[in-house]
């Protein structure tokens, strides 16, 4: 006959009798060795997928040249992912709050393994359209897993830490891809660099199977029986109202949206910029926007982390404030990195403003964790991916592309805000035999979304000491619903 195990749950009481190594956290302000081992797990493939989704936009000269691509062809293969990805996320967060997430994660890994696999056996536009979207379908689906997991296993005295280190991978991956593409491109080919980003992610994929499934908030400090009783129960289309109500939930998705913005504009014209205002020649552009960002956003998102961690020992407001304080920080840098004159020094503005946009990550995600219910949480992280892709990330390029044709041309910059701008010294400049462009104007577009983050960051702080101890105490309630009235028997006669 099985002895009983000796395993205590996270408040002392005994854990079921079949052993489980995820039952309980001996401490709730300590994670276990195991959950360190799954973040450097899902940080690799974090990687993989960074590099699948950045490969594209280093080779996509070569790329573009042999499959005669149009300019509005590639621009439409560079959103794609993130659209796809936003369409995507919130069903996924429903399945993972349902089913074993270690099957997911694999799905996901597999599937962006293979839409590389498939770009670099793509030799027209309609397939590598395919393969674009499910590159945005795998990591979507691998993020929303990937961060529930995380949310469970580290409890939230570490979590904003944690969760910065799993973003970092994304830096390290564009980092990777800018980088090492081009030159895996010339010594073989597009196809080949491609096939190779792609192979180690099913490898993984099939490693992925392995892995524990923890138990939905088991570092929350709750009794297990608890937890498994408020897992088996699901969520209710209340909870799910609840949810997208919560004040908490929601200041931290529109500052994850507006930073997101500022983000997507930054990058996908950060070349641009440095060749047309700041006068550097395509190759060192290149090398500068290889290096620098991703630095930038490594610090910052560590930085973020670590302060916001550090802070909330002594204030439950603290990641909101940690997040808006970079978000303040981050607007006037902005104008700076913009309109200052110089170069030398703008790239210390540049970096100190990357720096400061990529603070706020953690912070936000950990919020989430904070007020979300474990068995929400993948909804929770869909639905931020969602929001922030479609309104920040996607299409934040597209407007300032806008901007930079409308006022590049004269009779705009005539115009009182067009002379505004000029005094400012965002005029229009020629580029390699194009119509004029107003590259500086199409940046300044981002400036009013880093006071809008500020704004929206500042007031959520409030909001969350209560609402991250309401998801407590009903996680510790954990109580049954009612269930529907029995009609009584007749008595007899």
Same mark, same amino acid.
């Given at each position: 006959?099985?002895?009983?195990?000796?395993?205590?749950?996270?408040?002392?009481?005994?854990?079921?009798?079949?052993?489980?190594?995820?039952?309980?956290?001996?401490?709730?302000?300590?994670?276990?060795?195991?959950?360190?081992?799954?973040?450097?797990?899902?940080?690799?493939?974090?990687?993989?997928?960074?590099?699948?989704?950045?490969?594209?936009?280093?080779?996509?000269?070569?790329?573009?040249?042999?499959?005669?691509?149009?300019?509005?062809?590639?621009?439409?293969?560079?959103?794609?992912?993130?659209?796809?990805?936003?369409?995507?996320?919130?069903?996924?967060?429903?399945?993972?709050?349902?089913?074993?997430?270690?099957?997911?994660?694999?799905?996901?890994?597999?599937?962006?393994?293979?839409?590389?696999?498939?770009?670099?056996?793509?030799?027209?536009?309609?397939?590598?359209?395919?393969?674009?979207?499910?590159?945005?379908?795998?990591?979507?689906?691998?993020?929303?897993?990937?961060?529930?997991?995380?949310?469970?296993?580290?409890?939230?005295?570490?979590?904003?830490?944690?969760?910065?280190?799993?973003?970092?991978?994304?830096? !390290?991956?564009?980092?990777?891809?800018?980088?090492?593409?081009? !030159?895996?491109?010339?010594?073989?080919?597009?196809?080949?660099?491609?096939?190779?980003?792609?192979? =180690?992610?099913?490898?993984?994929?099939?490693?992925?199977?392995?892995?524990? #499934? +923890?138990?939905?908030?088991?570092?929350?400090?709750?009794?297990?029986?608890?937890?498994?009783?408020?897992?088996?129960?699901?969520?209710?289309?209340? #909870?799910?109202?609840?949810?997208?109500?919560?004040?908490?939930?929601?200041?931290?998705?529109?500052?994850?949206?507006?930073?997101?913005?500022?983000?997507?504009?930054?990058?996908?014209?950060?070349?641009?910029?440095?060749?047309?205002?700041?006068?550097?020649?395509? =190759?060192?552009?290149?090398?500068?926007?290889?290096?620098?960002?991703?630095?930038?956003?490594?610090?910052?998102?560590?930085?973020?982390?670590?302060?916001?961690?550090?802070?909330?020992?002594? #204030?439950?407001?603290?990641?909101?404030?940690?997040?808006?304080?970079?978000?303040?920080?981050?607007?006037?840098?902005?104008?700076?990195?913009?309109?200052?004159?110089? @170069?030398?020094?703008?790239?210390?503005?540049?970096?100190?403003?990357?720096?400061?946009?990529?603070?706020?990550?953690?912070? *936000?995600?950990?919020?989430?964790?904070?007020?979300?219910?474990?068995?929400?949480?993948?909804?929770? *992280?869909?639905?931020?991916?969602?929001?922030?892709?479609?309104?920040?990330?996607?299409?934040?390029?597209?407007?300032?592309?806008?901007?930079?044709?409308?006022?590049?041309?004269?009779?705009?910059?005539?115009? +009182?805000?067009?002379?505004?701008?000029?005094?400012?010294?965002?005029?229009?400049?020629?580029?390699?035999?194009?119509? =004029?462009?107003?590259?500086?104007?199409?940046?300044?577009?981002?400036? +009013?979304?880093?006071?809008?983050? *500020?704004?929206?960051?500042?007031?959520?702080?409030?909001?969350?000491?209560?609402?991250?101890?309401?998801?407590?105490?009903?996680?510790?309630?954990?109580?049954? @619903?009612?269930?529907?009235?029995?009609?009584?028997?007749? +008595?007899?006669?």
């Amino acid at each position: 006959m099985s002895q009983p195990s000796n395993e205590s749950t996270a408040e002392g009481e005994p854990s079921p009798s079949r052993p489980d190594r995820f039952a309980s956290l001996p401490d709730p302000r300590s994670a276990p060795w195991w959950a360190w081992a799954m973040l450097g797990f899902l940080f690799l493939a974090h990687v993989l997928a960074s590099v699948d989704r950045w490969l594209f936009t280093a080779l996509l000269l070569p790329l573009g040249r042999e499959l005669d691509l149009w300019e509005d062809q590639a621009d439409r293969l560079e959103t794609l992912p993130l659209v796809a990805a936003a369409l995507v996320a919130p069903t996924l967060g429903y399945f993972a709050d349902r089913i074993r997430r270690p099957r997911l994660l694999a799905l996901g890994i597999a599937v962006f393994g293979l839409a590389s696999v498939g770009t670099g056996l793509a030799g027209s536009f309609e397939p590598l359209q395919r393969a674009r979207a499910l590159v945005g379908i795998g990591t979507a689906t691998f993020s929303v897993v990937a961060l529930t997991m995380l949310m469970d296993l580290f409890p939230r005295t570490v979590r904003a830490r944690v969760l910065a280190i799993y973003f970092l991978a994304g830096p !390290v991956g564009a980092a990777a891809a800018l980088g090492l593409g081009p !030159v895996l491109a010339d010594l073989t080919t597009w196809h080949t660099a491609f096939l190779i980003a792609g192979a =180690p992610a099913l490898i993984l994929a099939m490693a992925s199977l392995t892995l524990p #499934d +923890p138990v939905r908030g088991v570092s929350e400090g709750v009794p297990v029986p608890l937890l498994r009783r408020h897992e088996a129960l699901g969520a209710s289309g209340a #909870d799910y109202v609840d949810l997208m109500v919560n004040s908490s939930f929601t200041y931290s998705v529109f500052g994850l949206t507006f930073t997101g913005f500022a983000i997507g504009g930054l990058f996908a014209w950060l070349p641009t910029f440095l060749v047309g205002v700041r006068n550097l020649s395509e =190759p060192q552009a290149a090398l500068v926007t290889a290096t620098l960002p991703p630095a930038a956003a490594a610090v910052g998102l560590l930085a973020g982390g670590w302060l916001a961690d550090r802070w909330g020992r002594t #204030d439950p407001r603290a990641d909101f404030l940690v997040a808006a304080t970079a978000a303040m920080a981050a607007a006037p840098l902005w104008l700076v990195m913009v309109l200052g004159p110089g @170069r030398t020094w703008q790239f210390a503005v540049l970096f100190a403003t990357i720096a400061l946009l990529f603070a706020t990550i953690g912070p *936000c995600y950990a919020i989430l964790a904070s007020v979300a219910a474990p068995n929400l949480r993948g909804v929770a *992280c869909g639905s931020a991916l969602a929001v922030s892709h479609l309104l920040g990330e996607a299409w934040s390029p597209r407007l300032m592309a806008w901007a930079a044709e409308v006022f590049g041309q004269a009779d705009a910059m005539a115009t +009182p805000f067009g002379r505004a701008l000029a005094a400012m010294g965002a005029v229009p400049r020629v580029m390699g035999g194009r119509p =004029p462009e107003n590259l500086s104007a199409a940046l300044l577009a981002a400036a +009013p979304t880093l006071l809008a983050a *500020c704004f929206v960051l500042a007031c959520g702080a409030r909001h969350l000491p209560r609402e991250s101890a309401l998801m407590l105490g009903n996680l510790r309630a954990a109580a049954p @619903r009612p269930a529907a009235p029995r009609a009584e028997a007749a +008595p007899g006669p």
